[in-house]
């Protein structure tokens, strides 16, 4: 019988985690040193072989380090697993994104520590709590518990100690990092504002008490509609540090309980999914932006009419000005409608664009933008691929490769005419459309995109 591994405590001095960064900069600059003296007497081919496999080792390296030092660190890392297809090499990727499944859980003794520190003893004594986690994350762990006067069940979100002093240090230590360890370049504006717009996110994550606020507003937009379902908060067993809500039973998205409904059931939670986007977005202004799986579960009713979704973690809200949406929204009718014009002028007032940009680039970022809106075209539009419409002219979204389409065109286009950075907005914005993309294509979702669109963002 193995043993699950488990942390004794969170190495959360600056020190401490300085010197964990400093150990892996020498042992990856010793292998550095040896591959490279292998390397140079190698043909090409050769040559080629021992740069992946230095970029192999320098990432198992870094994300294994990650993983012990918890954190902004690892979440940072985790962050970048999503955007890093653009700029880092695949194998840097493929080991990052191992961080959303390795994180290990810190010891209950460790834990209720914690607990006695952030609730009073009256608190405490209410509350019968499981000392197995439900889930280990990179900012903290979670921990199923009972309420003793009332029978119900809670999940108690503990955050880990010091991690939101560290927040500003990890991120410049983990930009320096990756440049020395050659995994993404040392100088380039682009990286810096999009590690700016992380540590502020990050920083927003860890302040529970606008969690509790973002879970109690969320909770009143969706109270209407049955088909979604946000925690209750519990702020007599909240904290600074420490937020209690409702525990809501459901199965994970990816669940084989999921995945054995029939294509019609799946269907209509992928739907509903793709109405709660469009609600945060033009209807609430206000979006939870982390698409992770576990942030999301199902509650499987007696038919497809009672499934329900349950929208959890509220930390990572961003609000939208009317500003920003109206251009965006102008954006986005321009690729609707194939109109340049429209397209380029909502780009340079949000700024995706620099004033000096040419025709050619403009052309290439139009052509992206026709790309991206094509799940939610009608199928018989041209750009829509035959072999992506089924017999009832719905989208197959499983068999869509739209997302590597659309970043190697972006790709070619910022490597050929220096496309300016995307606007903050646009950064977590993406991260969440992204997130629903893959959504889609694990639950297999067969739908009419255009009628959700006429729906739900046309009459908006």
Known sequence: MTTEKTLKKIRSGLFDRSLSLTKLAVQSGAHLAMTGIKGAFSDSDGRDAHFKALINVQARLLTSELGRLKGSLMKVGQMLALYGEHFLPEEVVSQLKSLNEQSISVEWKEIDRLLRQRLSPEALADLEIDQKPLAAASMGQVHRAVCKKTGEEL?????????????????????????????????????????????????????????????NEACGLVASDPRFIV????????????????????????????????????????????????????????????????NFKIRLGA??????????????????????L???????????????????????????????????????????????????????????????????????????????????????????????????????????????????????????GHKLVDKFFRTM
């Open 155 to 215: 999940c108690i979100k503990i955050q880990y100690p010091g991690v939101d002093e560290a927040i500003d240090s990890d991120v410049k230590a983990l930009r320096s990092i990756l440049s020395l360890l050659k995994l993404m370049p040392s100088n380039n504006k682009a990286f810096d504002e999009l590690f700016e717009e992380i540590r502020s996110m990050l920083h927003q994550e860890l302040d529970y008490k606008k969690e509790l606020a973002f879970t």
């Open 231 to 294: 925690p209750r908060t519990f702020p007599q067993y909240s904290a600074e540090r420490l937020l209690t809500t409702s525990f809501e039973h459901g199965v994970n998205i990816d669940s084989p309980e999921v995945l054995v409904l029939s294509e019609e059931r799946r269907s209509r939670i992928a739907v509903a999914f793709c109405e709660m986007f469009m609600r945060e977005l033009f209807e609430f202004r206000m979006m939870q932006t982390d698409p992770h799986f576990g």
């Open 303 to 324: 038919d497809a009419q009672s499934d329900q979704i349950i929208l959890l973690d509220w930390g990572a809200v961003r609000r939208f000005d009317e500003v920003f």
């Open 326 to 448: 109206k251009n965006y929204r102008q954006m986005i009718d321009g690729a609707f409608e194939m109109d340049q014009k429209k397209i380029i002028e909502a780009a340079f007032t949000i700024g995706f664009l620099n004033p000096d940009a040419s025709d050619k680039l403009l052309k290439s970022f139009a052509e992206i933008c026709f790309l991206a809106v094509e799940p939610w075209l009608p199928p018989q539009d041209p750009r829509v691929p035959s072999h992506l419409v089924d017999r009832n002219g719905c989208y197959i979204w499983s068999k869509s490769d739209l997302p590597t389409r659309i970043a190697g065109l972006a790709t070619k286009y910022a490597i050929s005419f220096r496309v300016r950075a995307p606007p903050r907005e646009v950064l977590f914005l993406d991260r969440k459309i992204g997130g629903i993309f893959i959504m889609m294509k694990v639950l297999d979702a067969r739908f009419q």
